[in-house]
T-cell receptor, first 109, second 115 residues
C-alpha cells in the first residue's frame, strides 16, 4: 500500500528553526509537495521537489532523498503566523497526490 | 500563481436537500480536477477525480450517486451533494493543476453544514 508518515504535532519557539520530516512509500514517484494549511482554510503551496537535494525559498527550505523515501521542510526565523498544519504529499505514478496526515506546528513566544 | 475559485465558501442546508459546489480554474484550463473532503483535524481525503467530458473516477467507499460530479468544461467542475445528511457536514475542497508535473492549486474550500 501507499503510505506517508509525518509527525502529528511539533512545538517550536518564535525566532527558532524547526524541521518537519516526511517519509513515504508509494507506487511510483513524480514529485513531493509541501503545503501549509491554516485552520479552516484550504492548503497553500509551499514547495515541490522532484530531484534530490535542497530547495530554498526564503525562510522555507525543502529537502528530498528519493533513495531513502525521505523529505523534510525546514522553517527558519519562525513567526507566530507560521502556526499551521504542514502537509506532505507525493505524486504517484498515476499523477495522483497521496497525502500525509499533516503536522500541526505550534509556535510559542 | 494559477487561481482556482470555489463557491460557495460556506453553506447550511436542511437534511434531505441537495447542495451544489462549483470549482473554476480562472486563468488556466484543467482537463482534470480533484475533489477532497476534510473532517476536522484530519488529512485531505480524495473523493473523486473529475475528468472533462467524461465520467468522474470515484475513490473506494465514495457513493457516486450521492456525490454527483460534472466537469462541463475545461474550467468548471461541480460537486452536488444529493439528499444531504448531517454526517455529510464537512469541508470540501477542489484542486486543479495546469499540467501533470506542476503543483495543485486549491479552491478556497466549502464548509457544508447539514442541519
Amino acid at each position: 500500500g501507499q503510505n506517508i508518515d509525518q509527525p502529528t504535532e511539533m512545538t517550536a519557539t518564535e525566532g527558532a528553526i524547526v524541521q518537519i520530516n516526511c517519509t513515504y512509500q508509494t507506487s511510483g514517484f513524480n514529485g513531493l509537495f509541501w503545503y501549509q494549511q491554516h485552520a479552516g482554510e484550504a492548503p497553500t503551496f509551499l514547495s515541490y521537489n522532484v530531484l534530490d537535494g535542497l530547495e530554498e525559498k526564503g525562510r522555507f527550505s525543502s529537502f528530498l532523498s528519493r533513495s531513502k523515501g525521505y523529505s523534510y521542510l525546514l522553517l527558519k526565523e519562525l513567526q507566530m503566523k507560521d502556526s499551521a498544519s504542514y502537509l506532505c504529499a507525493v505524486m504517484d505514478s498515476n499523477y495522483q497526490l497521496i497525502w500525509g496526515a499533516g503536522t500541526k506546528l505550534i509556535i510559542k513566544p | 500563481g494559477a487561481v482556482v475559485s470555489q463557491h460557495p465558501s460556506w453553506v447550511i442546508c436542511k437534511s434531505g436537500t441537495s447542495v451544489k459546489i462549483e470549482c473554476r480554474s480562472l486563468d488556466f484550463q484543467a482537463t482534470t480536477m480533484f475533489w477532497y473532503r476534510q473532517f476536522p483535524k484530519q488529512s485531505l481525503m480524495l473523493m473523486a477525480t473529475s475528468n472533462e467530458g467524461s465520467k468522474a473516477t470515484y475513490e473506494q467507499g465514495v457513493e457516486k450517486d450521492k456525490f454527483l460530479i460534472n466537469h462541463a468544461s475545461l474550467t468548471l467542475s461541480t460537486l452536488t451533494v444529493t439528499s444531504a445528511h448531517p454526517e455529510d457536514s464537512s469541508f470540501y475542497i477542489c484542486s486543479a493543476s495546469p499540467g501533470e508535473h506542476t503543483e495543485a492549486f486549491f479552491g478556497q474550500g466549502t464548509r457544508l453544514t447539514v442541519v
